[in-house]
């Protein structure tokens, strides 16, 4: 079984650092370093060590995500280059700048999730005064509300 100290050294700490950066869930990275995720889970808690490099890692691909989403929701540019073989080897011979239309999907994700008090579906509404409620029998007691009872009964 794997001990915590295995993974405190520069190289096992960048490993940690590089599987959270490839995107790999907690468990997953628990299962490459060989330990169960509990014993991870607890090792995070306990050793800020172990924790540091695994949250570094995360932000790294969490930026990358995000930047991504952000580019498909406003739309953009880019080259594509077309290569044909030829007698001197791969040559280029054409290259057309395309345009990808910015994507309304991602564009109400990012909204709901950024201004969610301006953009999310469900609106909440204050209401505010009072309900008044007519109670014909609210002076009764409970004997006098049990005998109408028994006579509607």
Do not use: C
């Amino acid at each position: 079984m794997a001990k915590y100290t295995e993974w405190i050294t520069e190289e096992g700490l960048l490993k940690i650092e590089g599987w959270a950066r490839d995107g790999l869930t907690d468990k997953q990275i628990a299962e490459n370093m060989g330990v169960a995720y509990s014993t991870f889970r607890d090792w995070i808690k306990r050793f800020p060590a172990l924790s540091a490099p695994l949250k570094r890692g995360k932000e790294v691909i969490d930026r990358q995500v995000e930047n991504a989403l952000l580019k498909r929701a406003l739309g953009y540019e880019y080259v594509e280059t077309t290569k044909e073989l030829t007698d001197l080897g791969l040559t280029v011979t054409k290259q057309v700048t395309k345009q990808v239309a910015p994507d309304t999907t991602a564009q109400i994700f990012w909204l709901k999730n950024r201004k969610p008090h301006e953009w999310r579906d469900k609106k909440e509404t204050e209401v505010t005064g009072n309900l008044n409620v007519n109670n014909p029998f609210s002076d009764l007691s409970v004997e006098e509300l049990r005998k109408l009872a028994s006579r509607d009964g």
